[in-house]
Nanobody, 115 residues
Framework: QVQLVESGGGLVQAGGSLRLSCVAP????????MAWYRQAPGKQRELVAS???????NYADSVKGRFAISRDNAKNTMYLQMNSLKSDDTALYYC?????????WGQGTQVTVSS
């Protein structure tokens, strides 16, 4: 069973920072686009940011300039640096990848921003 494992979530005050990590098996991580999604209570899951194997990135408008996605291909690890956090960023954050028409999700890590 393929596992993507997120970590780094927690409770932070508005304006603070957190860094999320996602470790994936090499078979999933290598040569595949990776992404962070989030889902807030009562809302649909949404794309936060994505990164290609070569490091090209894409961000949701709501996080541009505040969040930075990166990856360490030697460690099969993806990161999400989140700065200037807002209460609207409160959500369960998921690591995601897709390979051979199969979707792979982590279990999620909770981020709670207090105002």
């Amino acid at each position: 069973q393929v596992q993507l494992v997120e970590s780094g979530g927690g409770l932070v005050q508005a304006g603070g920072s957190l860094r999320l990590s996602c470790v994936a098996p090499g078979s999933i991580f290598t040569n595949n686009r990776m992404a962070w999604y989030r889902q807030a209570p009562g809302k649909q899951r949404e794309l936060v940011a994505s990164i290609t194997p070569d490091g090209y990135t894409n961000y949701a408008d709501s996080v541009k300039g505040r969040f930075a996605i990166s990856r360490d291909n030697a460690k099969n690890t993806m990161y999400l640096q989140m700065n200037s956090l807002k209460s609207d960023d409160t959500a369960l954050y998921y690591c995601y990848s897709r390979r051979y028409m199969s979707d792979y999700w982590g279990q999620g890590t909770q981020v709670t921003v207090s105002s």
